[in-house]
């Protein structure tokens, strides 16, 4: 079973719309959750971190489950300027700065 | 602020030849990775360096691939001899602290050296 697991893409919406993406982690005892974006032949970049408690920043949502060791990312009112792919990223526990990253999930966001 | 600096950003080599990668961090930052990234897939850490010493080379392929830091600021990755398969991104990336990276999660990568195996 892979560290992170993430929901196939691509994903192709209409701008304005509302999509969500999750991801499945298989350490119990990851420490640390985050999520990254990556454009098209680019590296990839911090969008925002996870909290238990869910977290808002904009037009983006986080959540965690650590139950269910799940981790969504919802975006809402979808810009074409979201259109990349989308890393959900794990700290393992005791691994220091060790970052597990997601194959990533691709979006589009169509006019 | 200058980035992460990487070399060469392309190289197309032939299977069985040697190719090294180069990379300087953001000054002050003690922690650097070297992660592979094939097409369609996520970052693979191949190594984690703090300050000039390796904290984490599990998933580097050591028959083939040799990483250093030697002075503690920049790195050189190095594949000898390549595969098919080593065909993909290598992007380094660095942080100030591990414990940082652990709070923060903030990795500033590089914009990735691209080799083709052919």
């Known amino acids: 079973r892979k560290e992170v697991e993430q929901d196939p893409g691509p994903f192709n919406v209409p701008e304005g719309a509302t999509v969500a993406f999750n991801c499945t982690y298989s350490?119990?005892?990851?420490?640390?959750f985050f999520w990254y974006r990556q454009d098209c032949r680019k590296e990839p970049k911090l969008l925002m971190s996870v909290y238990s408690s869910g977290n808002e920043d904009g037009r983006f949502t986080a959540q965690l489950n650590r139950a269910s060791q799940y981790i969504s990312l919802l975006i809402r009112d979808s810009k074409l300027s979201d259109s990349a792919t989308y890393l959900c990223v794990v700290n393992p526990l005791g691994a220091g700065g060790k970052l597990i990253f997601g194959q990533g999930t691709e979006l589009s966001v169509k006019p | 602020e200058a980035g992460v600096a990487q070399s060469p950003r392309y190289k197309i080599i032939e299977k069985r030849q040697s190719v090294a990668f180069w990379c300087n961090p953001i000054?002050?930052?003690?922690?650097l990775y070297w992660y592979q990234q094939i097409l369609g897939q996520g970052p693979k850490l191949l190594i984690q360096f703090q300050n000039n010493g390796v904290v984490d080379d599990s998933q580097l392929p050591k028959d083939r691939f040799s990483a250093e830091r030697l002075k503690g600021v920049d790195s050189t990755l190095k594949i000898q001899p390549a595969k098919l398969e080593d065909s993909a991104v290598y992007l380094c990336?660095?942080?100030?602290?591990?414990?940082?990276?652990?709070?923060?999660?903030?990795?500033?990568f590089g914009e990735g050296s691209r080799l083709t195996v052919l």
């Open positions: 350490n119990s005892a990851s420490q640390s």
């Open positions: 000054s002050g930052h003690a922690t």
């Open positions: 990336a660095s942080s100030l602290a591990a414990s940082g990276v652990r709070l923060t999660g903030e990795l500033f």
